[in-house]
């Protein structure tokens, strides 16, 4: 055993090696799509629940769901980034809702939310 080890010159095979010699393990996981694996932090069973409860939507399909819950983890974790940037510009590192307003006033693309939080 020893011997293989030494004849491989490193003690990990080469099978774990990718086409650059990267290892196998700095290479981020592939999605899976076992019925158990979260694609979604939020849950997609209210977010169903959301979208049917607006009276123009009849049918909204699991994909529809899924890009809809996508979406609002991004924009969440985009305008909490960016209240957070605020929150430190304050020496904080808790949030707070003037740093979401400083957030909203201080990037274009939250100009629709303005006046949302009065």
């Known amino acids: ?3 293989a080890a030494a004849a ?13 010699g990267e290892t196998a393990a700095s290479q981020p996981p592939a999605p899976t799509s076992a019925p158990g694996a979260r694609l979604s ?3 997609l069973a209210r977010v169903k629940a959301l979208v049917k409860a607006d009276p123009d939507v009849t049918l909204a399909g699991q994909e529809a769901i899924f890009i809809l819950a996508r979406a609002a983890e991004l924009f969440v974790e985009t305008i909490a980034k960016d209240a957070y940037c605020c929150a430190q510009q304050g020496k904080r590192k808790t949030l707070q809702r003037r740093d979401l307003d400083n957030a909203i006033e201080a990037v274009d693309e939250f100009a629709f939310l303005e006046g949302t939080l009065d």
């Open 41 to 43: 932090r939020l849950p």
């Open 1 to 3: 055993m020893a011997a």
């Open 8 to 20: 491989s010159g490193s003690g990990t095979s080469r099978e774990e090696d990718g086409p650059a």
